[in-house]
């Protein structure tokens, strides 16, 4: 019979991945997370104890999660049992479950390592309560997604989130000393072109070593610049889960950086959504949003730019109508801002829950029957165009409500001069008293 794996090359003497070779064999060689497994971390400290608890690990891919787990199960003693959560479904639980429950009856403890634990429902994060609470198994969950999302309250109360960092350039630059070391060569790159490869990485680990092995089959010995190198390699679009916690963090990051007033900052966080793959409609929105909540009418003009952006993309579409979009981001980066009229309206909206459903003045309403004219529907108005400044100065508030102030421009942009107009309609008002309120006719 013809064994298919090692027709394809695959039999246990086939070449493996370089990754794979150089996955760490103790705790000590896992890189850029010694916040975690060091003296200090909340690993070491575990281990310092004696004691494993459950833990969940959360980062991004190509950090050594899975590394981590196996090395963790190796130094306490415990048997190590890996699931994912794509491939499995509570039947396949329950026979990991009872193998577990057979082991610790011989004596043998498990540690339950669950891939993409957050692709599993919340009836199947459930069933592993009973078995934690008891002790059947350690469990080690890890996900790409933020638990506080994706995760049971009930299974976050029993098992500890620690968060794993994305490699960074000291840690990656380890992973390639180790690959020449285990390759014998040296990468055929130029300084500027080794920094490339790193930022390629994006900090995924597992991704860099796989394109070490793509230099190493695919190069002519040449050494190659960065231009040299976008060509032999394909270049990685950013980790970005336009459906997930990326999606909020860069939409945060952008707003802020407009917010902060720092135009390249932003620009550079708009890229970033779009190399993403998000929604530039998505953007436009918050880009019309921003304009009315942190521009205001500090510069009247944001709001209908963010509307002439988004109508700019519906019109020309990508790539020509994310240019609208930029600049929408930089005239709002370079406003001058104002989030008066957004805290106006919170103002306003907590005075009428404080008051309830005051009538308004009896003034100020229509009087369209006989009847109403009877009970006073607008008597005593005063028509503000037939006054001699266009400016009445009556009492608009309900009776049973004194005046108050809600809005407060800035003294920035053109709510500089919507200042200077309310203060010329507040001394008319003051100047007027006594007809103020139509109770003073």
């Known amino acids: 019979m013809i064994d298919l794996f090692q027709s394809a090359g695959m039999d246990d003497g086939a070449p493996r991945p370089l990754a794979d070779r150089l996955r760490p064999t103790q705790l000590e060689e896992v890189v850029g997370q010694g916040h975690l497994i060091g003296p200090d971390g909340p690993i070491g400290r575990m281990l310092a104890s004696g004691r494993m608890a459950s833990i969940i690990l959360w980062g991004p891919p190509g950090i050594g999660k899975t590394t981590t787990a196996r090395l963790l199960a190796e130094r306490v003693g415990l048997y190590f049992e890996q699931i994912s959560a794509v491939f499995s479904g509570v039947a396949d639980l329950r026979k ?31 069933a592993f ?32 989130v620690l968060v794993l960092n994305r490699l960074d350039d000291a840690a990656l630059e380890t992973l390639l000393a180790r690959a020449e070391e285990d390759l014998k060569v040296t990468l055929p790159l130029d300084d500027n072109a080794r920094a490339a490869l790193k930022a390629m990485a994006d900090g995924d680990g597992r991704y860099l070593l796989n394109l070490v092995e793509d230099i190493v089959a695919f190069s002519e010995g040449d050494i190659l610049d960065p231009a040299g190198l976008a060509v032999l390699v394909q270049k990685r679009a950013p980790v970005y889960d336009k459906a997930q916690e990326g ?32 929604d530039p409609l998505f953007i436009a929105r918050r880009l019309v949003r921003f304009a009315a909540e942190d521009i205001g009418l500090a510069d009247p003009q944001a709001l209908p730019q963010a509307l ?7 019109f020309l579409g990508s790539a020509e109508g994310e240019l609208g979009l930029a600049q929408a981001v930089i005239y709002r980066a370079s406003a001058p ?6 805290r106006a309206l919170g103002v306003a909206s907590q005075k009428v829950r404080e008051t309830g459903s005051l009538m308004p003045p009896a003034h100020i309403l229509n009087a369209p029957t006989g009847l109403m004219k009877d009970l006073g529907y607008g008597k005593g108005y005063a028509y503000d165009h037939d006054t001699e400044d ?4 009556q009492h608009y508030f309900p009776d049973d409500m004194g005046r108050i102030t809600l809005y407060e421009p800035v003294d920035r942009g ?28």
């Open 337 to 342: 801002k104002s989030n008066a009229a957004y």
């Open 390 to 393: 266009g400016f009445s100065g």
């Open 414 to 441: 053109f709510e500089r001069e919507i200042r200077e107009r309310m203060d010329y309609w507040s001394s008319l008002r003051a100047r007027l008293g006594g007809r103020h309120s139509p109770q003073d006719d």
């Open 308 to 314: 002439a952006a988004k109508e700019m993309y519906v």
């Open 96 to 126: 990991v479950f009872d193998a577990a429950g057979q082991r610790r009856r011989d004596g043998t403890g498990t540690l339950l390592f669950v891939d993409e634990i957050h692709r599993f429902n919340r009836s199947q994060q459930d």
């Open 129 to 160: 309560l009973p078995f934690v609470e008891d002790g059947t198994v350690v469990l080690v969950g890890a996900t790409t997604e933020n638990p506080s999302f994706e995760l049971n309250a009930a299974l976050l109360s029993r098992a500890q």
């Open 247 to 278: 999606h909020y963090n860069l939409i945060s990051a952008l707003h802020k950086s407009l917010r902060g007033s720092d135009v390249d900052a932003a620009l550079y966080w708009l890229a970033r959504m779009l190399a993403g793959g998000e």
